[in-house]
């Protein structure tokens, strides 16, 4: 079944949606997205996402109309149009079509390119891979070092995930002089000792919204939350691990580079966690 996707104000079915070759996000990488879940129908996390949204664009002096109400409606629109129960929302905002190849900004009052795609996942709160646990590399950072906005510059994420895939694993874990900063697309953790240990915000991690919520979820349950960053060694001699994201929510990460990790199960920290945030994203769904 063909999707209707959203471009520039208009809804249109996925093979009719067309993007100029001089956008800027297609020869320059000049755009930011968000990836919002959708479960029974309804928006996980939305006002996070709209503020780190209006943060990243800040940063790049990117500029859009749309209000919160506008983005609202539109992704309401997209899981109807798209008879979306449960996945992905995919929003992405570019500088817009430049009208040639330039490494300066395009003149002020070019509207943004504006995108947004739904993506089915049936089964997505109950992924098996949840109560298995997932294994990672780990492999160093060589990203830039704005990773606090969330642009499109994937090819090293990418890179990433095709050389745990290579080694047999399932992600991998970034390292920058001696410390873990992130997963390739997600927030990391380790648990030791009943603490739950996770690198402090700065600009060399990207501020999750899925992160922001489960610590003061974790916080409210009593947990003790420890913001530092980690080595590999550590998370090998800690009992737990895990990761967090919008396409996952709370994922418990059972080995790195070849060391179990605790028992090598799924741990209670990380289980429990993952029923909390499934419970209380689902009743703030909007
Ligand atoms: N990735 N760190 C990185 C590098 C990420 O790409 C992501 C999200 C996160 C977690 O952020 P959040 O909790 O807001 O999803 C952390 C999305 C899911 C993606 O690129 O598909």
Redesign the pocket.
Known sequence: MSRTVYLNGEYLPEDEAKVSVFDRGFVMADAV???TSVLGGKIL?FE??MA?LARSMAELEMVCDLTRDDWLAIHREMVARNDLDEG?I?LQVTRGNAGDRDFHYPPEGTPPTIVLFTQAKPGLADDPKAKKGIKVISIPDLRWSR?DI?TVQ?LY?SMAKMAAEKAGKDDAWFVEDGFVT??????VYIVKDGRIITRQLSTD????????SLLKYAESAQMVIEERPFTIAEAQAADEAFY?????FVMPVVEVDGAAIGTGKVGPVATRLREIYLDESRKSAI
């Open positions: 997205y968000e990836v996390e996070g996402h780190r992905l995919y990773r969330k994937l994420p992130e997963g390739s697309s997600n927030n991690i990207l501020h999750g919204i899925t992160r922001a967090t994201s919008a396409s996952a």
